[in-house]
């Protein structure tokens, strides 16, 4: 059984860049079977797909945050990141860092979720 | 506004069998498999249905899904009052090459 686990600030501040690490740990994050990605919920709203990643380093965007997303993923220490740049109030949300099954694109596992609120 | 559609809320008595609609279009239902997932209050959302109709385990069999076309439907049967939460489908979008969920839909059991 998978488990995921995010690390990062609860506070940013506007314009700069929100950094999240997540560390699974129960398996491994070079499994051809999954792959690796961010969610984001704002207060009171529903979800939103960040981006994904496989373990070779494909990625995936969500079209409206392309410009401002990077993910990326360490095997040798069986964690990936997320960094959004030029956060705004309305990146102020919950994210979840999640491991997805390649085949159905079923999100099987979800990290507890860090709420990141922008503010200065 | 989400790429598909789902009603903001539903009810339904203890007991009671409810239905939550998800429209979507041909680059992403009409192409793409479908999975719902269950968020109950101040928790991570968890996988309920996977492969339009495919239950994890130890998802209760009060849970069903289908697909038809452009359309899923996820069923609850037997409502109890631990299902009140909410639901979001989702599914992979060929045009945008991303994963696209439904707004949500709460649930309350009366």
């Known amino acids: 059984q998978l488990q995921l686990q995010e690390s990062g600030p609860g506070l940013v501040k506007p314009s700069e860049t929100l950094s999240f690490t997540c560390t699974v740990s129960g398996g491994s994050i070079s499994s051809s079977s999954y792959y690796w990605g961010w969610i984001r919920q704002p207060p009171g709203k529903g979800l939103q797909w960040i981006g994904s990643i496989y373990y070779s380093g494909s990625t995936y965007y969500n079209p409206s945050l392309k410009s401002r997303v990077t993910i990326s993923v360490d095997t040798s220490k069986n964690q990936f990141s997320l960094k959004l740049s030029s956060v705004t109030a309305a990146d102020t949300a919950v994210y979840y860092c999640v491991g997805v099954r390649g085949q159905e694109v079923s999100i099987d596992y979800w990290g507890q979720g860090t709420l990141v609120t922008v503010s200065s | ?110």
Not at chain 2, 5 to 31: E, F, K, L
């Open chain 2, 1 to 110: 506004q989400s790429v598909l559609t789902q009603p903001p809320s539903a009810s339904g008595t203890p007991g009671q069998r409810v239905t939550i609609s998800c429209s979507g279009s041909s680059s992403n239902i009409g192409s793409n498999t479908v999975n719902w997932y269950q968020q109950l209050p101040g928790t991570a959302p968890k996988l309920l249905i996977y492969g339009n109709n495919q239950r994890p385990s130890g998802v209760p069999d009060r849970f069903s899904g289908s697909k038809s076309g452009t359309s899923a439907s996820l069923a609850i049967s037997g409502l109890q009052s631990e299902d009140e939460a909410d639901y979001y489908c989702a599914a992979w979008d060929d045009s945008l090459s991303g994963l696209v969920f439904g707004g949500g839909t709460k649930l309350t059991v009366l």
